[in-house]
C-alpha cells in the first residue's frame, strides 16, 4: 500500500497542470487508465493564446486562426474577425506531454484506471493507496464523481477525424487562418459541424449533436468530399454543454475539469477552463499551506472560490446554450439569412458572449438580446486575480 498527501485522477491537461502546480509543496501521485498520454485524443483543441499566458504554459501549436465563419447549409453566413489571430489549435497530445515533462517530483502511473475512492484510499486493479487530498479529473465520464459529487449536466456527443479534402464550397475554410462553423438543422438538430484547417487540404471535421451523432457526421464527411482515410480514426465523446454542481469539494476529495462543470456550455470548450480551475485549487492549497492552514481550510476555500465567482456564470451560460442549441427549431435558417453577410471584429476568442452580442448590434434582433439578458458578466475568472481573490477569503 502507498501512501500519497494528493492523489489525482485522471491525466488529461487538468490534472497534469494540477499535479505540476502541487508538486512543487506537496508529494503527489496521478493517476491515469490509459497507457499512453494524449491517447486516444478527445477535442478539437482550439484555445485562446492570451489564456495560455496567465497559466503560465508554452504548449506545441498546429496553427493559428484569425476568422470564425458561422454558416449553413444556404451559404448564410456571419464572420467574427479576431484581428490579432489570437485563436489557436493546440497539438492536444503534445500539450499533455509538455505537462507531464514538467511533473517534478510528482509521481505519473499510466494504466491504471481508479474503480474505488472511499474512507482515505483509492483502488485500482493492482494497487491500494492512502491519500490526505483526492482530485478528481476524470473528464466528462464522471464515473467516479456521480458518486462523490451527484449532478447531471447537459451533454452532446461529438465526434471527429482529420481529415484531407479538395473541394471548394461554402462550406469549407476560404484560408489556412479562418475557422467554418455550421449551424444548420438539416445536419445537426441541436449543436453544430465545424472544419478547421490543419495544414496544406488537412482539416479538423467534426459534428455534436444529441442523437444519431455517427451518420450525421457520416453526413458531413460525404458533404465536404472528404477523402477517405485508413491511418487516422475518428475520436470525441461526450460533450458537456450546460449544468454545474453545487459544490466541488466533499470531505477531502475535489472534482476538477469537466468533471466539475468547467466548461464552456456555448462550445464546451474546456481545456482552458480545466486547467484554470487546477490553478483555482493549487493556488488555494498553496496560499493556506503559506498560512499554516489545513488541507480542510484549503478546500473550503476552493469550493468557495468555485460557488462564488464560477458557478452562477457557468449556470447561466448553460440556460443561454440550451435556448441557443436546443430549443431553436425553423427560425435557425431565418436568423442565418437576417444576419447573412455581416463581419464583426472580436478582440477575445474565449468571449463567446461579447462575439454574438457584437453581431447582434449590426442588425439587433430581439432573440439574441432575450437570449444573452440572463448573463450579466461576460468572462468567468481572470487567472491573474486568483491569488487576490484567495488572499481576501483567508483574511
Given at each position: 500500500?502507498?501512501v500519497?498527501?494528493?492523489v489525482?485522477?485522471?491525466?488529461?491537461?487538468?490534472?497534469?497542470?494540477?499535479?505540476?502546480?502541487?508538486?512543487r509543496?506537496?508529494?503527489?501521485?496521478?493517476?491515469?487508465?490509459?497507457?499512453?498520454?494524449?491517447?486516444?485524443?478527445?477535442?478539437?483543441?482550439?484555445?485562446?493564446?492570451?489564456?495560455?499566458k496567465?497559466?503560465?504554459?508554452?504548449?506545441?501549436?498546429?496553427?493559428?486562426?484569425?476568422?470564425?465563419?458561422?454558416?449553413?447549409?444556404?451559404?448564410?453566413?456571419?464572420?467574427?474577425?479576431?484581428?490579432?489571430?489570437?485563436?489557436?489549435?493546440?497539438?492536444?497530445?503534445g500539450?499533455e506531454?509538455?505537462?507531464a515533462?514538467?511533473?517534478?517530483?510528482?509521481?505519473l502511473?499510466?494504466?491504471?484506471?481508479?474503480?474505488?475512492?472511499?474512507?482515505?484510499?483509492?483502488?485500482?486493479?493492482?494497487?491500494?493507496?492512502?491519500?490526505?487530498?483526492?482530485?478528481?479529473?476524470?473528464?466528462?465520464?464522471?464515473?467516479?464523481?456521480?458518486?462523490?459529487?451527484?449532478?447531471?449536466?447537459?451533454?452532446?456527443?461529438?465526434?471527429?477525424?482529420?481529415?484531407?479534402?479538395?473541394?471548394?464550397?461554402?462550406?469549407?475554410?476560404?484560408s489556412?487562418?479562418?475557422?467554418?462553423?455550421?449551424?444548420?438543422?438539416?445536419?445537426?438538430?441541436?449543436?453544430?459541424?465545424?472544419?478547421?484547417?490543419?495544414?496544406?487540404?488537412?482539416?479538423?471535421?467534426?459534428?455534436?449533436?444529441?442523437?444519431?451523432?455517427?451518420?450525421?457526421?457520416?453526413?458531413?464527411?460525404?458533404?465536404?468530399?472528404?477523402?477517405?482515410?485508413?491511418?487516422?480514426?475518428?475520436?470525441g465523446?461526450?460533450?458537456?454543454?450546460?449544468?454545474?454542481?453545487?459544490?466541488?469539494?466533499?470531505?477531502?476529495?475535489?472534482?476538477?475539469?469537466?468533471?466539475?462543470?468547467?466548461?464552456?456550455?456555448?462550445?464546451?470548450?474546456?481545456?482552458?477552463?480545466?486547467m484554470l480551475?487546477a490553478?483555482?485549487?493549487?493556488?488555494?492549497?498553496?496560499?493556506?499551506?503559506?498560512?499554516?492552514?489545513?488541507?480542510?481550510?484549503?478546500?473550503?476555500?476552493y469550493?468557495?472560490?468555485?460557488?462564488?465567482?464560477?458557478?452562477?456564470k457557468?449556470?447561466?451560460?448553460?440556460?443561454?446554450?440550451?435556448?441557443l442549441?436546443?430549443?431553436?427549431?425553423?427560425?435557425?435558417?431565418?436568423?442565418?439569412?437576417?444576419?447573412?453577410?455581416?463581419?464583426?471584429?472580436?478582440?477575445?476568442?474565449?468571449?463567446?458572449?461579447?462575439?454574438?452580442?457584437?453581431?447582434?448590434?449590426?442588425?439587433?434582433?430581439?432573440?439574441?438580446?432575450?437570449?444573452?439578458?440572463?448573463?450579466?458578466?461576460?468572462?468567468?475568472?481572470?487567472?491573474?486575480?486568483?491569488?487576490?481573490?484567495?488572499?481576501?477569503?483567508?483574511?
Open positions: 500500500m502507498g500519497s498527501d494528493v489525482v485522477i485522471g491525466a488529461g491537461p487538468s490534472g497534469l497542470y494540477l499535479a505540476r502546480e502541487l508538486s509543496v506537496m508529494n503527489v501521485v496521478i493517476f491515469e487508465e490509459d497507457k499512453m498520454l494524449g491517447i486516444p485524443p478527445h477535442c478539437t483543441g482550439l484555445v485562446n493564446l492570451d489564456s495560455l496567465p497559466l503560465g504554459i508554452s504548449p506545441p501549436i498546429i496553427n493559428t486562426y484569425r476568422y470564425v465563419r458561422i454558416t449553413d447549409l444556404n451559404g448564410n453566413s456571419i464572420t467574427f474577425d479576431f484581428r490579432r489571430r489570437a485563436i489557436a489549435m493546440l497539438d492536444r497530445p500539450l506531454h509538455y505537462l515533462d514538467e511533473l517534478g517530483s510528482a509521481t502511473v499510466l494504466g491504471e484506471r481508479v474503480t474505488e475512492i472511499s474512507g482515505g484510499f483509492i483502488k485500482t486493479r493492482s494497487r491500494q493507496e492512502t491519500y490526505n487530498l483526492a482530485i478528481i479529473a476524470e473528464g466528462a465520464n464522471m464515473a467516479l464523481t456521480r458518486n462523490i459529487i451527484p449532478w447531471r449536466p447537459t451533454h452532446v456527443y461529438g465526434v471527429q477525424i482529420d481529415t484531407k479534402s479538395f473541394t471548394i464550397s461554402e462550406l469549407m475554410p476560404r489556412d487562418d479562418e475557422i467554418v462553423v455550421i449551424f444548420d438543422r438539416k445536419l445537426s438538430e441541436h449543436y453544430f459541424a465545424w472544419v478547421v484547417p490543419r495544414d496544406f487540404h488537412e482539416f479538423r471535421v467534426g459534428l455534436a449533436d444529441d442523437a444519431n451523432v455517427w451518420v450525421k457526421f457520416t453526413e458531413l464527411l460525404k458533404i465536404i468530399k472528404a477523402e477517405k482515410t485508413e491511418q487516422l480514426r475518428p475520436f465523446g461526450k460533450i458537456v454543454i450546460g449544468g454545474s454542481p453545487n459544490h466541488v469539494v466533499a470531505g477531502n476529495i475535489a472534482v476538477i475539469g469537466d468533471a466539475g462543470g468547467f466548461v464552456k456550455p456555448m462550445t464546451g470548450g474546456g481545456i482552458i477552463m480545466g480551475s490553478k483555482l485549487l493549487a493556488d488555494s492549497m498553496s496560499n493556506a499551506m503559506r498560512e499554516g492552514l489545513s488541507i480542510s481550510d484549503a478546500l473550503f476555500i469550493d468557495t472560490l468555485f460557488r462564488k465567482y464560477i458557478r452562477g457557468v449556470r447561466a451560460l448553460g440556460s443561454a446554450s440550451y435556448i442549441h436546443m430549443l431553436i427549431n425553423r427560425s435557425l435558417g431565418d436568423v442565418m439569412q437576417s444576419m447573412g453577410g455581416v463581419s464583426v471584429d472580436v478582440d477575445d476568442y474565449d468571449n463567446h458572449v461579447d462575439a454574438i452580442l457584437r453581431a447582434a448590434s449590426r442588425r439587433p434582433w430581439s432573440f439574441i438580446r432575450a437570449v444573452f439578458s440572463v448573463i450579466n458578466e461576460l468572462s468567468l475568472i481572470d487567472p491573474s486575480t486568483i491569488s487576490k481573490l484567495i488572499r481576501e477569503l483567508i483574511e
